[in-house]
C-alpha cells in the first residue's frame, strides 16, 4: 500500500476543534442502468466493496481533517485527485492510496479519475466532496450525461471523440425521473421558512441549467464564477467541473418541478419525463 500525505495549511485561531474523518472510497466497475433497460458499463467510487451506481458522497465540516483510503478494486490502474485541492496520486489494480487533506474551505469540490481526461471521469469515476460551515438541512446533485457507446470505449482502452459528443441519457446522483424522487439526498423536501442548501458538481461533459419553479434560490458560491456569490435567480447555468453552493428559503408550500432547463436533458433515449427532472416538496 502507499501512503501519501497531501496537506493544506490552515492558521486557526478562536475556532471550534476540528475533528478527524476517516473514510474509504473503492473503485468498482460494473454498469449502469437507466429507465428504459438500457444499461451501459460503468465505474464508480463506492464506499464500501459493493458496487453502487450512485459515487460515494464525503461530508465533513470546516477545519476537519480528511484520511481517505482510495483502493482500486478495477482491473487497470487509476489516478484519484481533489480537484484543485491536492496532487495526482496513481493506484495500481488491487493497490491502494491514502490521501490526507485538511479542509479549509467550505463548499463543494470533485474528486475524480483524471486519467486521459475526460474518459474516466465522465463515464463514472468523479464524486463530491462537501465542506460544510453550516448546520443546515442539505441536499446533493452530482449532476452527469451520458451517450451509449463511450463507456464502452473508454473501458475497453480506447479513447472516444468527444468533439462529436452527443448524449442521450443524464442524470443525478446516478438516476434518471423517476427514480431520483426515490433518493433522499437529491429530493429537495422542507417546510416553509426552512433553510435548504444545495450543493451542485457537474461531473460530465455538458452545460446544465438548472431551473427552479416555484421558488428563486440564492448563489452561495460558484467554482466558476465567485462573484456571482449572493446572486437570487431561478435558472442556473453549471458548467462542465464546475460546482454550485445554493441556499433556499421557500416562501410558500407546494409541490414545483426542479429539471435541467435544456429540455433534452429531462429525457432518457428520447423518452420524457426521464433525465434530470424532479421536484421539490415544501410543506406549510
Known amino acids: 500500500m502507499i501512503r501519501i500525505a497531501l496537506f493544506a495549511v490552515l492558521l486557526i485561531t478562536g475556532t471550534a476543534r476540528a475533528a478527524t474523518v476517516d473514510a474509504s472510497l473503492y473503485i468498482l466497475r460494473d ?3 437507466f429507465e428504459n433497460g438500457v444499461k451501459l458499463p460503468y465505474a464508480t467510487f463506492n464506499a464500501t466493496n459493493s458496487f453502487q451506481e450512485t459515487n460515494a458522497r464525503l461530508v465533513v465540516n470546516t ?3 480528511l484520511n481517505v483510503w482510495v483502493v482500486n478494486w478495477d482491473v487497470t490502474s487509476h489516478d484519484f485527485v481533489i480537484k484543485g485541492e491536492t496532487a495526482t496520486v496513481t493506484i495500481p489494480p488491487g493497490d491502494s492510496v491514502q490521501v490526507n487533506y485538511l479542509c479549509i474551505n467550505s463548499g463543494a469540490f470533485i474528486f475524480h479519475d483524471p486519467t486521459n481526461f475526460p474518459d474516466y471521469s465522465s463515464t463514472g469515476l468523479s464524486g463530491m466532496l462537501v465542506v460544510k460551515d453550516n448546520v443546515h438541512q442539505s441536499f446533493y446533485w452530482n449532476v452527469k450525461e451520458h451517450q451509449t457507446g463511450y463507456n464502452s470505449t473508454v473501458f475497453s482502452g480506447g479513447s472516444p471523440d468527444w468533439s462529436n459528443y452527443y448524449p442521450e441519457y443524464f442524470t443525478i446522483n446516478g438516476r434518471s425521473n423517476p427514480s431520483i424522487n426515490l433518493d433522499a439526498s437529491a429530493r429537495i423536501v422542507g417546510n416553509v421558512g426552512d433553510t435548504l442548501m444545495i450543493y451542485i458538481a457537474n461531473t460530465g ?4 441549467s438548472i431551473h427552479f419553479h416555484g421558488y428563486h434560490v440564492k448563489v452561495v458560491n460558484s467554482s466558476k464564477e465567485p462573484t456571482h456569490a449572493g446572486r437570487s435567480k431561478d ?16 416562501d410558500k408550500p407546494g409541490e414545483y418541478p426542479v429539471h435541467d432547463h435544456n429540455l433534452i436533458g429531462t429525457t432518457g433515449g428520447n423518452l420524457y419525463p426521464q433525465g434530470m427532472f424532479t421536484t421539490i416538496l415544501i410543506a406549510p
Do not use: A, K, N, R
Not at 236 to 250: A, K, N, W
Open 205 to 208: 461533459q455538458s452545460i446544465h
Open 235 to 250: 435558472s442556473l447555468p453549471v458548467f462542465p467541473s464546475e460546482t454550485m453552493v445554493l441556499q433556499l428559503i421557500p
Open 63 to 65: 477545519g476537519d481533517q
Open 31 to 33: 454498469s449502469i442502468t
